[in-house]
């Protein structure tokens, strides 16, 4: 009886131990560790080659006193056509469409709208331009979207830099393109700080100055200072790109991959309004040939402008639509010989790609 009096004693002290730690809350396993994940990158449209027009490319621009860039893709079947996609070339104001895309990425997380105030520092202020003249020393406010509009339709260089200023400066760009998988896309330097480089004037210039304060700095830049940097620009890897990443990037834009519709709608509107350079891409095409698209010119030391580019979206006959760079990097002579070979590439793709029946003459 007493062995059997222990027994029971021994598991009523084990039940009763049994049921405290039952009691007990019990502890959660850590939480995983959150992992940063980068945008996945989208899909590309499947390419056919188009070894017959990229050969005609290869000879219009083969004596060409320029290094060129050009690619052209039609959206719609996935025809391609490439002369030296891969050529870094200054991009100059062409950024100001990867500008245009990150603001507007901002107004769909709705961190501005497009009529949201922008109050213009004296830093963002230019000597020339639309908005530089009409507040040289800063001010406003402007809206967003007159702001972008300016930037895109008459290339303004105050707008670009406040627009930039408003979405964090130009490296959130290139990093913004990079997350989203273009790269061989950069925007290194404001309009502001480009031109400075241009003029050769020393880094870290007051920023504070309006556009007239630097349009008389600029002027006592010395003929040597200035010529030297003009060269040293040619082969500045800065706010470089080429041909192949800005068709990337629009053809990412026309399929939706980038921004909303209404985003994408909006951007595609103001594209079709660019009055810069009209001897460039729809130079030789058919009247009332529709086309969205951005230039980009740079200055002119000795005879050598640093670039002259325009890429942009040709809307065929057949309702395709062609995504097309054409990126010309240190062409020597006149401005009009350039802007003239862009817009016989374009009228070389309009052709090769359109039905027989459809094609017009300039």
Known sequence: MKRLAGILVVAAVVVAVWLALRALPRRSPPPAPVRETATP???????????????????????????????????????????????????????????????????????????????LLPQDMHPRGWVGDRYPGGGGPVSLNRLLIAMLTRSDNSSADALMRLVGGPHEVTRWLERHGIRDLHVDRTERALGDDWY?????????????????????????????AAREMLLDPRD??????????????????????????????????CRTG?????????????????????????????????????????????????????????????ERLIARVARAVFDAWSPPDSIGHP
């Open 41 to 119: 990158i989208p899909d590309r449209l499947p390419e056919h080659p188009d070894t017959v027009l990229e050969a005609r490319l290869r000879a219009l621009v083969s004596g060409a006193p320029a290094r060129c860039g050009i690619v052209a893709m039609d959206l719609g079947n996935g025809a391609i056509a490439r002369v030296n996609a891969d050529t870094l070339i200054p991009l100059l104001s062409v950024v100001k469409l990867p500008v245009a895309i990150v603001v507007l990425d901002g107004v769909d997380q709705g961190k501005w709208s497009l009529s949201t105030p922008i109050t």
């Open 200 to 228: 050769g004037l020393t880094p870290g210039v007051d920023t504070t100055e309006s556009a007239e304060e630097i349009r008389e700095t600029r002027s006592h830049v010395p003929e040597a200072v200035h010529d030297s």
């Open 240 to 273: 470089t790109g080429t041909a192949e990443a800005c068709v990337h990037l629009l053809e990412l834009l026309w399929s939706r991959k980038l921004l909303s519709s209404t985003m994408t709608d909006t951007l595609e509107s103001i594209l079709t309004r």
């Open 278 to 338: 009209p001897g460039r891409l729809p130079g030789m095409l058919p009247k009332g040939t529709r086309i969205a698209r951005k230039t980009g010119t740079g200055g002119i030391s000795e005879g050598i402008t640093v670039a002259i580019n325009d890429i942009g979206v040709i809307r065929l006959p057949n309702r395709h639509d062609v995504a097309i760079a054409v990126l010309i990097g240190s062409p020597r002579g006149p401005v009009h010989r350039a």
